[in-house]
């Protein structure tokens, strides 16, 4: 018996494999997004990507555009982001979490974005210290299964890709040294 997708809008076997490629530096950033309500067992999931046309991130998109607050109860967003925030949507996801404090945000990203600027590694660590509201980690080779069986249609959909292991490591303990404040 076939597990039951949740309803959603689901993307392309491509998009996991390309745009959550931790060696392909992609000028796309896509947000995979599961929602949960506390106590409910049923979620939805969601799709966006950046519109470079309109100079508009995905993760303000969603937050502006998507997202509907329609409960005082607790809610629960997974995020699976091919890009880590940049240091703007970093202070756009603080004051949208600040504006709705029910809502609690996991982040795990496939690449770390513009690391190397001083003002993206504050905006991180911003994030970070939102104990209890929103934590940043890099995605695991279980998260890429996960975001295989439930945002790709159909159920013959396992994408483990072993060879992004040596590039997840990196990755890891570069967010963890921006995170701690060693790295910039």
């Not at 937050?63 to 607790?74: A, C, G």
Request: charged share 30%; aromatic share 14%.
């Amino acid at each position: 018996m076939s597990r039951r997708k949740p309803r959603g809008m689901y993307v392309s076997d491509w998009v996991l494999r390309e745009e959550f490629d931790p060696c392909i530096y992609s000028k796309q950033t896509y947000l995979l997004c599961k929602v949960q309500w506390a106590k409910s067992e049923r979620f939805w999931i969601h799709w966006v990507r950046n519109d470079n046309d309109k100079d508009c991130h995905a993760e303000k998109y969603f937050l502006e555009e998507v997202f509907e607050l329609r409960s005082s109860r607790i809610c629960y967003i997974t995020w699976y982001l091919s890009w880590s925030p940049c240091a703007t949507c970093c202070y756009i996801i603080r004051n949208f979490l600040e504006r709705h404090p029910n809502v609690h945000i996991d982040i795990r990203v496939a690449r770390l974005y513009e690391v190397h600027q001083p003002r993206t590694c504050r905006g991180l660590r911003v994030l970070a210290r939102l104990r209890g509201r929103v934590t940043i980690d890099v995605m695991k080779i279980k998260d890429y299964g996960y975001c295989s069986k439930t945002f790709i249609k159909g159920d013959d959909n396992v994408f483990l890709p072993m060879e992004f292991i040596p590039a997840i490591n990196r990755n890891r303990w570069m967010l963890k040294n921006i995170l701690e404040g060693s790295y910039i």
